[in-house]
Structure formats: C-alpha cells, structure tokens
C-alpha cells in the first residue's frame, strides 16, 4: 500500500432497509472499507410503525436489511435505540406541537440518533466512520477540517436535513452517494446489479412514528381534545378547534371556518397561541416573514465570520433557496433577513444557511417579523 492509497477504515453503515442506505453499504464495502451493518430498532412496538415499506422503522425493514447485509457479505446486527428515540425525537415532537411550533423530526433524528447516539457507540467500538445513505458530501480541506456540502445532484439533496452536524460528527460521516450523478432510477439499476432486492422497494414517506399519517391524530391521542377559537387578524371569532397543536403555520386546509373572508380569498394559519389556545388566520399576504431570529446554532465545521453577511438559506426539506442576510449575536442567537419575504415560514422549523454549496450550519426559528398582519 503506498502512502497515496486511501486509507482502510471501519465502517458501521446504518441500513433502514430502503434500496439507498444498502447501496451505500455497497460501495463503502467495494471501496475496500471493514464494513459492518446495523439496523435501528427505534420503536417499542414496531408494528406501531408505518408498514407496507414506507417507514424506515418497521420489523419488515430490520429484514429487508439483514438480506442486503448477507448480499453485501458484511457482518450485520440490530441495536435497540427505542428509549432514546422516544425521548429524543419522539417526545420533542410532542412537546413541540404542544408549544405552538413545528418541529422537523428527521432532523432530530440525525442530530440525536444517527450522529450521536448511534456515532458514540459505534466509536466506543473502535469504528472510524458511520455511513448513510443521504445524499450530501463531505469535503476535506488540505488543512484536515471537514465542510458538508450539497449534493452533486441537487434533485436528491438532502444536506438540510444534516445541517444540525458539528465538525467532530463530519470528522465521522461518510456519505457514499451525495457525489454520484445518477438519478435515483440509475440508483435501483445499480441495486438490481448488486443483486439487492430492495432495488424495486418504494421510497420511505411521511413520519415514520405515526402509523396512518395522521400527525393530528397521533397528537390528540396524546394530548387530548382542548377546544379554542380561530380568530382573524382583528381577533373576531370565525371558528373553533379541537386542539391548537392540530395546526401549522401557512396551512390551508381543514379549517373549518364556515364564516367567509371579507374578500372571498382564501386564509391561512399566521399565527398559533398555546397560551390562549387560540389560532389567528388571514390572507395569504399575512404569511410574508421579512426577518426572523433563530436560536441553538449548530455550524458545518467553522462557524461564520462576525458581523452580518450574505447567504442563501432553506427552510424546508425539500424547500427552494433563498437569498438572506445573517449574522450571529453573542454566539446564541442568528438574526436573519431575507432579500425577498419568505412565506410559511413557521416557530420550530430550522433555517439551513449555505454558502455556495457549503452548509455554514443550522438554527431553530425563534421568531418572526412580517411586513404585514399578525405576528408570530
């Protein structure tokens, strides 16, 4: 081996069970890597989780991994994670709709389980990385830091969802598909090739921990019934709700506002009180944030410069980019404006800033101001 070689290291790849996290095992095995797999069993009850191979979660995917495992011919367990999945991701999904805001479970789960949980055991074992199947890239810069980057197919990126990680978990993360061109039809093919049953597996979708979709349901089971008023921008009573943490900000449907607007438009949740149990909504102008404050920042590897500069921004998974400025105050708090207003933009949601195709890092949304209408 000369000292050029890539150097051979112990990989623990996480595998749900989906045809992406499998192929990932793949190449980090072809790669020449001492690679191990492990599926999470995060529930208590996993028949409580989605079934049908839409979850990520269930017993039928701890199978479906453990054949890609055997394929793959890597040593393969299970590790129980539920307790702290529960806590961490679960119960913090809770709590967070309770408070009135809306939380990205997903990304919980990457900050909490993935890359701390599951990273601390598998380096208390003497692994060297873990590995995933996101779509995102780690770039290691001639001076040994780390800086995650978008994907090299921006149709399949998911570096947002990774915006919680910190340099000594980029140090640790390997992501064997976030610098492959293909679409994700070419990713099966390569599956098929692979001799991967799970070439044809449908994609997982929705919450994993709530079984029927219905996150408003699996919340009233939880929380109970609290019936309140939906009021206007003016506060007139227009309605009632069985439970303020049923909505979202920027949400449409399901009202069930019988009175109609003055203008005949339709009106949208601006704001969520869990003090007054009240939910305010107007026209969809209202929902314009020019500025918000976002709280608990996590950096990508080194943070931003001081005082305010120019970024572009994401505020959703699968959200489009958006021209921001940020800046960071006594290390705890980003205050960001945007160039254009941004809509929807909800309490509890993370703001992902990016720097080209770098991720600067993440910041829970606190606050926002609006040009016009209620406040949040």
């Not at 409580?48 to 269930?58: I, K, L, V």
């Not at 500025?291 to 931003?304: D, E, K, M, V």
Request: aromatic share 6%.
């Amino acid at each position: 081996m000369t000292d050029d070689a890539p150097r051979r290291l112990r990989v623990l790849a996480a595998m749900s069970g989906g045809v992406d996290s499998a192929v990932a095992a793949a190449r980090a095995a072809e790669a020449g890597h001492d690679v191990t797999g492990v599926h999470l069993a995060l529930s208590e009850n996993p028949k409580s989780f989605r079934t049908g191979a839409r979850g990520c979660c269930t017993i039928e995917d701890s199978h479906d991994a453990r054949r890609a495992a055997d394929v793959i011919g890597i040593p393969f367990y299970v590790w129980d994670l539920a307790e702290r999945f529960r806590e961490d991701v679960v119960d913090d999904f809770i709590a967070e709709y309770e408070a009135g805001r809306t939380p990205n479970p997903c990304l919980r789960c990457n900050e909490k389980i993935k890359f701390a949980a599951l990273l601390d055991k598998a380096l208390a074992l003497g692994f060297d990385a873990v590995c995933t199947g996101h779509y995102a890239t780690v770039v290691t810069n001639p001076d040994g830091s780390r800086e995650l980057h978008r994907a090299s197919d921006m149709a399949k990126d998911q570096s947002y969802v990774l915006g919680v990680l910190d340099d000594r978990q980029l140090a640790h993360a390997m992501f064997p598909l976030g610098d492959t061109r293909t679409t994700k039809p070419e990713i099966r093919e390569e599956a098929a090739r692979r001799g991967l049953f799970v070439a044809k597996k449908p994609d997982s979708h929705d919450i994993c921990f709530i079984a029927d979709g219905d996150t408003q349901g699996f919340l009233a089971k939880r929380l109970g019934a609290a019936e309140g008023d939906i009021v206007d921008e003016s506060g007139t009573v227009v309605g009632t709700h069985e439970g303020a943490y049923g909505f979202t900000i920027g949400q449409r449907k399901g009202l069930r506002i019988g009175r109609p607007a003055p203008d005949g438009k339709p009106r949208y949740v601006l704001d969520i009180s869990p003090v007054t149990n009240t939910v305010t909504v107007g026209p969809a102008a209202s929902l314009d944030v020019t500025a918000l404050t976002a709280i608990r920042p996590r950096w990508c590897g080194r943070p931003p410069t001081s005082g305010p500069a120019a970024y572009t921004a994401q505020l959703r998974a699968h959200g489009d980019e958006t021209e921001v400025t940020a800046e960071l105050v006594d290390g705890t708090e980003l205050r960001v404006s945007f160039t254009t207003p941004a809509r929807g933009v909800a309490p509890g949601q993370a703001i992902v800033l990016y720097d080209g195709t770098r991720v600067v890092g993440s910041a829970t949304i606190a606050t926002t101001e609006r040009r016009v209408g209620a406040g949040a």
